[in-house]
């Protein structure tokens, strides 16, 4: 029953009847348009964005699959609990502990310096860290599956962005449409006003 009114209300202004006004045709026709538009907006946005961050995320999966290395490193000792300063420039997240590693770099040279780990690590303790081609400390590659994520996401956001932008357009719309509708009542009202009580109002 609700299903059926509701699909009765969003389509009287199709309908003949008396009742029924230029500007609710007007009206009416925005929507449908509104609706056709937001669909392939949205889809067309979502794809092209989508396609687009897709082809860059694989380029960079690609990049840092052969730019980063993941080696063992080697825990010299502990530095403790990173504070203040240290921790805005390593992990920025609270229980890490830092420890004095060394690890290989490509060129076959050795590199010495902090890590940040999620536990402490006794001396002699063998972790894997990556690595860039210069032995520098670097993140895990981006990999091929949160790449499509990010992609598929972006795509999204496009797609509402799009249909947003449209139903803003809609909304500018139908209140330019009521505008013009609330000056033809008052149009209607002054002729009415200037008529009325004469006998021949309705001739």
Request: glycine residues 10%; positive net charge; proline residues 4%.
């Amino acid at each position: 029953m609700g299903a059926t009114s509701w699909v009765r209300r969003s389509t009287w202004r199709w309908r003949r009847n008396p009742l029924r006004r230029p500007t609710d045709v007007l009206e009416s026709w925005v929507w449908a348009a509104a609706v056709v538009v937001m669909l392939a907006a949205a889809s067309l946005a979502g794809w092209l964005t989508g396609s687009a961050a897709h082809a860059a995320l694989r380029q960079t999966v690609r990049e840092q699959a052969l730019h980063r290395h993941l080696v063992s490193a080697t825990a010299l000792r502990t530095a403790g609990r990173g504070t203040g300063a240290d921790r805005e420039a390593t992990t920025g997240r609270e229980g890490y502990h830092r420890v004095l590693a060394r690890w290989p770099s490509p060129d076959g040279t050795w590199r010495t310096g902090l890590v940040p780990l999620p536990a402490a690590a006794v001396p002699g303790h063998r972790f894997p860290l990556w690595t860039d081609d210069h032995g520098r400390l670097a993140g895990r590659p981006l990999d091929a599956a949160t790449a499509s994520v990010h992609a598929a996401l972006a795509g999204a956001a496009a797609a509402a962005a799009a249909a947003g932008a449209v139903q803003g357009l809609r909304v500018l719309a139908v209140r330019r449409i009521m505008r013009w509708r609330h000056g033809q009542w008052d149009r209607a009202w002054e002729r009415a006003g200037q008529t009325w009580g004469r006998a021949d109002a309705g001739n």
